[in-house]
C-alpha cells in the first residue's frame, strides 16, 4: 500500500528556491528539469517510506535521503503519510521550528 506525499510550505519554498538558483547559474530549463526530478523523488517516499536515515537527532521522526549527491531531502512518516518537511540543496543546514 503506497502512502500519500504532503509537502510543507517550507519545502515548497525550497524547491523554488534551488530552481531559482539554479537556474540564475546555469541553464533555466536544466534547472526545471532538476527540479522536477527532485520533486518525483519526494513523491516516490509514498512507495517506501521508511528508506533513508533516521534523524532524531533534528526531531523525532525525522528521516532524510540524498537526492543526486547534491540535495538532502527532509520527511516525516505520520500514520499513513510522508510530509516533506524540507529539501535543502548542496549542505545547507535543516532547522525544526518549535
Known amino acids: 500500500m503506497a ?3 504532503a509537502f510543507s510550505k517550507e519545502a515548497e519554498i525550497h524547491l523554488q528556491e534551488i530552481e531559482a538558483y539554479l537556474a540564475e547559474r546555469f541553464y533555466p530549463a536544466n534547472a526545471e528539469q532538476f527540479v522536477q526530478r527532485l520533486t518525483k523523488a ?27 549527491r547534491r540535495a538532502t531531502i527532509y520527511f516525516k512518516v505520520v500514520e499513513e503519510r ?11 543546514q535543516f532547522e525544526i521550528e518549535p
Open 42 to 68: 519526494c513523491l516516490a517516499l509514498g512507495a517506501a517510506p521508511y528508506r533513508g536515515t533516521k534523524r532524531d537527532d533534528l526531531a523525532d521522526g525525522i528521516r532524510t535521503t540524498g537526492f543526486e
Open 3 to 5: 502512502y500519500s506525499v
Open 82 to 92: 510522508v510530509y516533506i518537511l524540507g529539501v535543502l540543496y548542496r549542505g545547507r
